[in-house]
Nanobody
Framework: QVQLVESGGGLVQPGGSLRLSCVASGFTFRIAAMGWYRQAPGKQRELVASATSVLPTNYADSVKGRFTFSRDNAKNTVFLQMNSLKPEDTAVYYC?????????WGQGTQVTVSS
């Protein structure tokens, strides 16, 4: 059974930082394509960052230079380090896995950027 469990969301002031984590289980993590998506109220879910085991990380233009995606294959975990956060980064952030042609989602973690 595939599980993706996110954590690390919360309320932060503009300019602040958060680090999201996603622990994966139930599939061969090291060869899966992993990613982070987000969905703001009234908007479609959008890609934030994604990476396969061999290709460079792909970032949305809106987060380049501020967010950093990383993965720890020994711990089956991916991270999203978010710096210089802006109010427009407010959204539910979802972990995503693409393995053997199947797409899996976590339950999401809320990130709110507000003063």
């Amino acid at each position: 059974q595939v599980q993706l469990v996110e954590s690390g969301g919360g309320l932060v002031q503009p300019g602040g930082s958060l680090r999201l984590s996603c622990v994966a289980s139930g599939f061969t993590f090291r060869i899966a394509a992993m990613g982070w998506y987000r969905q703001a109220p009234g908007k479609q879910r959008e890609l934030v960052a994604s990476a396969t085991s061999v290709l460079p990380t792909n970032y949305a233009d809106s987060v380049k230079g501020r967010f950093t995606f990383s993965r720890d294959n020994a711990k089956n975990t991916v991270f999203l380090q978010m710096n210089s956060l802006k109010p427009e980064d407010t959204a539910v952030y979802y972990c995503n896995a693409n393995f053997n042609g199947n797409i899996y989602w976590g339950q999401g973690t809320q990130v709110t950027v507000s003063s």
